[in-house]
């Protein structure tokens, strides 16, 4: 039981370690993060909207996370690269009811593909 725990901080601590999050530099390996003040529409139940966000370097494959300014009442936002130097944002409402999110800046955190 002990090894299996100690396994778990172990594998809790890598990963802990690969969210740590630098400035992009010219180094294609480095993360990127930008960040884009976006208004989203007012979202029925089960409605979602798409914007767009230039991150020089991001290739198709990459991995991103994305943050919010504000709380989602209960809306999903996922990020995705969708082109070359481009992640798209989607925020989902399936609270159940409308809601209207303040404009707010959401922030995108890119990390290179390992086969870079």
């Known amino acids: 039981m002990k090894s299996v725990k100690n396994l778990i901080l172990t594998v809790l601590a890598a990963v802990a370690c690969m969210f740590v999050m630098q400035p992009a530099t010219a180094d294609t390996d480095a993360y990127r993060v930008v960040s884009k003040v976006i208004d989203v529409a007012s979202l029925a139940d089960a409605a979602g909207a798409t914007s767009t966000v230039a991150v020089p370097g991001a290739?198709?494959?990459?991995?991103?996370?994305?943050?919010?300014?504000?709380?989602?009442q209960g809306m999903t936002v996922t990020c995705y690269i969708s082109a070359a130097d481009t992640v798209s944002i989607r925020v989902q409402n399936e609270s159940g009811g409308t809601i209207d999110l303040a404009s707010t800046t959401f922030r995108v955190f890119v990390h290179p593909k390992g086969t870079r």
């Open 59 to 72: 290739v198709l494959g990459d991995a991103c996370l994305v943050s919010a300014g504000v709380d989602l």
